[in-house]
């Protein structure tokens, strides 16, 4: 499981910011699906 992840972040209005967030464990039920690509 990775420990971290990268994300951008909607700061204001029109204004993003990357962020590297910890990654939290899933709880029972809860499945962790790690993205590899996204488009917009």
């Given at each position: 499981?990775?420990?971290s992840?990268?994300?951008?972040?909607?700061?204001?209005p029109?204004?993003?910011?990357?962020?590297?967030?910890?990654a939290?464990?899933?709880?029972?039920?809860?499945?962790?699906?790690?993205?590899?690509?996204?488009?917009?």
């Amino acid at each position: 499981m990775m420990a971290s992840y990268r994300a951008m972040q909607v700061t204001e209005p029109g204004r993003l910011k990357h962020v590297v967030c910890p990654a939290s464990r899933p709880q029972a039920g809860q499945v962790l699906i790690a993205v590899e690509a996204c488009g917009i």
